[in-house]
């Protein structure tokens, strides 16, 4: 189990980037949240085993037909266990 803390940037805000996200953990069955930066790039954290998150990013860097995603930043980090699901936050 680990953790990614993701920046995605390209046109990624108001192209349902977010509820694709979502869609796309809860799927996996993984944790954690998904929200929009101030400077248009989303911000993602999210816990579960590693293939799976890596199975994440590969659809993040994707995004929904709307979405032009130019990159996706990933830090992994220690698993932490502090969420109970996947939500999109403000």
Known sequence: MVR???????RVQGVF????????????GLLGWVRNMLDGRVEIMVEGEKG?????LTSV???????A????DVEWLD???SFDDF???W
């Not at 980037?17 to 799927?27: G, I």
């Not at 799976?52 to 994440?56: S, T």
């Not at 860097?61 to 979405?67: I, T």
């Open 69 to 72: 995603v130019e990159g996706a």
């Open 52 to 56: 799976k998150i890596e199975r994440f």
């Open 17 to 28: 980037f977010r509820a694709f996200t979502q869609d796309q953990a809860v799927s996996l």
């Open 61 to 67: 860097k994707e995004g929904p037909p709307l979405a």
């Open 4 to 10: 990614a803390h993701i920046v995605v940037t390209g």
């Open 79 to 81: 698993y932490v266990g």
């Open 87 to 89: 939500r999109i936050t």
